[in-house]
């Protein structure tokens, strides 16, 4: 099943329209990597005391989105299908060059991965319908809302936490997710009813692939921010949202070619660091 599964998600990921970046002959993401985890997984249950209450685990997500249309949503097995999206190198390639703002192609391939998530999130949800079994991807689903307490934002799922739980890497410095493809990637995941032998969790702690944290060295994220939104007690995201969604970027989105309401984005502190495309500790 597991094959079935891993297969099906990349190759639907590398052909999909919705993959290419016509502007500069390519696709947005690369080879996607897709591991497992199980609801059972103690760490959701300890993210629902670190994130907060608002946060739903795999069983509550599952519930939350199937007690609507008559039939019984309770279930207590089940899987996380968490998907690595490398960003490709065209695109890290512009912004590793930039200093102070995202390059054009970095900022119209973020305003554009909604567009990828959803054939990816319908594709494995009706994947799953296929094979029998019922399957929510948590990105798109009505009751995950993102808010903003205590100068912190959080959000009823977390695609990076759900990320660690599946093995697909560990936190950094930057508040970003270093997997074994690097930084510069985004993730999308489903949570289903079919129970699926989940992969091994290596990483000896929360931020064993950030060199920062690691080794005591690097710290190349934070003379990346433009925001100064990075020190070493981590990153400031609202100072960081600011940056990205802020007036300024939003001019420089549209004169991209985008809009002002996805903003130009940035991700300097995702390109032109050792951790970029690679595990750097590894």
Known sequence: MKEKIIDSIKKHVLACEE??????????????????????????????????????????????????DGKNAECREGSVISVLLPISEGIRKSNRLQKDWPSQNWALARARFDEVYISIGGFIEN????????????????????????????AAWSERHAAYVAGHGTFSLND????????????????????????????????????????????????????????ENGNDKVKCYQRCYGEE??????????????????????TGVPCEYENPVK
């Open 127 to 154: 994947l799953l319908t296929r094979m029998g079994h019922r399957g929510v991807t948590p990105r798109f689903a009505g009751w995950n809302e993102i808010t903003l307490v205590q100068n912190k934002f959080t």
């Open 249 to 270: 970027s939003q001019k420089l989105a549209v004169s991209y070619g985008g809009t002002a309401k996805a903003g130009a984005g940035c991700g300097l502190c995702q």
């Open 19 to 68: 993959n290419r970046f016509t502007e500069i002959g390519g696709n947005y993401f690369d080879e996607p990597a897709i591991r497992f985890a199980s609801w059972k997984d103690p760490l959701f249950g300890h993210y629902k005391t670190l994130i907060g209450g608002a946060y739903k685990t795999p069983e509550e997500a599952y519930e939350a989105s199937f007690n609507k």
């Open 176 to 231: 970003g997710f270093i997997t074994e493809k690097g930084i510069a990637v985004r993730f999308i995941s489903a949570v289903t009813d079919m129970e699926l032998e989940p992969d091994t969790r290596l990483a000896s702690d929360y931020n064993a692939n950030c060199l920062y944290y690691a080794k005591g060295i690097c710290g190349a994220c934070v003379k990346r921010c433009p925001a100064g939104a990075i020190d």
